[in-house]
């Protein structure tokens, strides 16, 4: 068994339905997760800090945070606070030293001030999600250590589609911080209501007559949201909640949490459908050699395999669970306006990265991993399959109830986009109109 803290195991055992004693499906050929040598942003920043080409900077109050964000091109406007006792820190952790969350397409920083370790995890295009911990001690040589099984106690499990990913979810914390278990969880992902979210995170925003869970503690699971304490609703200024000082920001920004909800499961998603499909091709190539078939032989359960994952990843894609706002949501810093402005843009500006912000997340919503290098890492006949699944989708006279939220304008928008912005869609629908 992974050894661990009692009150961090408690706490993994509660939040998870399964606990894997037995090594993980990931641990084993042709994955191969924690025997596997990394290669992402982390990895890399760390090789350039072992050749002398980059060098990190301690700061007084917030030890190696600022330059880890710094040298990995994370924005300090994706702010977000955590306050409940869920995560590795937990005994540090609490409503009055919530633990702050940053993250860009690839990167996810986690920082508990007076913390032991700034933590990170990132999506590396072969292995999922790979974790790291730097030690917050002053000193010549800073290093990313890569973290495997004590992380994935609570991140390789059923909390995380059994594959090495994020978590999101949203608990009943009491005054302490601590989640109350009886009052149940819920997972946060675009399916996740308002209503339901952001239970022990704080929320700086603004949501008009919408409600969710953060912003306050409680004594029991409120048995009607109007029973809910409304104190933590609309709120703009954390100040009085707790001092400021030891973090980069003050806000946790409500726009920036709903992108990183969006972002960690779609994250997951694509670690899911890449591992299924590798291991579904290496246990085809081993019965082709086993029988004597040809190599390219293709057996009916690796197809099954290969449309499952690209359906599963286009309706993910395509936001086909999305809850639906039920009015104008906004948040308290420039994230929105840095996030739209990033691009890539069509002819006439039209960005994945544009917000809606009022009906739904994104104005026109295809995911933006789509640029990600895990995207483009994924098993080329799997990208296939979801190119052509999804032109399907987009071109279709109707394209069936799961699409429903779709209109044909948006349909029209988000394949124009991905035509004039994603050559790798062109090149498998084979013309650009
Ligand atoms: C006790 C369970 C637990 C363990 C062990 C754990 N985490 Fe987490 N982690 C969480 C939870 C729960 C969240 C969601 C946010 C929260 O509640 O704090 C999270 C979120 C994160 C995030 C934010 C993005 C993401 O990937 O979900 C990072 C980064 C992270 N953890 C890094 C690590 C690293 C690195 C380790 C190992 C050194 C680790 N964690 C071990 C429970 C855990």
Known sequence: MRALGALALSVALTLSTSFAAAEDDFELAPILYSASTPDNPVSRLQARLDAGESTLAWDGAVGWLGSILAALEVPTSSQTLVFSKTSLQQTRISPRNPRALYFNDDVYVGYVRAGDVVEVSVADPTLGTVFYSMEQVPGARPRFERRTEDCL?????????????????????????????SAGSHRVDDSTPLADRWGGWYVTGRHGAQRHLG????????????????????V?????????????????????????????????????????????????????????????????????????????????????????????????????????????????????????????????PCSFLVYSASFDALPAELRARFWTRIGEVLTAADPGPRYAHLSADDRRAIRAILVATKPDAVAHWGSAD
């Not at 609570?154 to 989640?179: A, D, E, F, N, W």
């Not at 190539?285 to 032989?297: F, I, T």
Request: with cysteine; hydrophobic share 35%; glycine share 8%.
């Open 236 to 364: 703009t200024d954390l100040g009085e909640r707790f001092g400021t000082k030891g973090y980069l920001t003050g806000q946790s920004d409500l726009v920036a949490l709903s992108v990183f909800a969006h972002q960690a499961s779609a994250h997951n998603a694509l670690t899911r459908a890449s591992f299924d499909v590798r291991a579904a091709l290496h246990r085809e190539a081993a019965l082709n050699r086993d029988l004597d078939q040809a190599p390219d032989y293709r057996w009916p359960s690796t197809n099954t395999v290969l449309d499952g994952a690209a359906k599963a990843l286009v309706e993910s894609f395509l936001f086909c669970d999305e809850a639906p706002l039920a009015g104008p949501i906004e948040g308290t810093t420039t994230f929105a306006t840095d996030f739209a402005a990033r691009g890539p843009t069509d002819a006439e500006g039209r960005s994945l990265r544009h917000f809606d912000l009022e009906r739904r997340l994104f104005r026109h």
């Open 153 to 181: 106690l609570c991140h390789g499990g059923s909390q995380t589609r059994g594959v090495p990913g994020h978590i999101l979810r949203s608990v009943y914390p009491s005054p302490s911080g601590q989640p109350i278990f």
């Open 215 to 234: 912003n306050i503690t409680y004594a029991d699971r409120p048995a009607t949201a109007a029973d809910a304490d409304p104190s933590g609703l609309n």
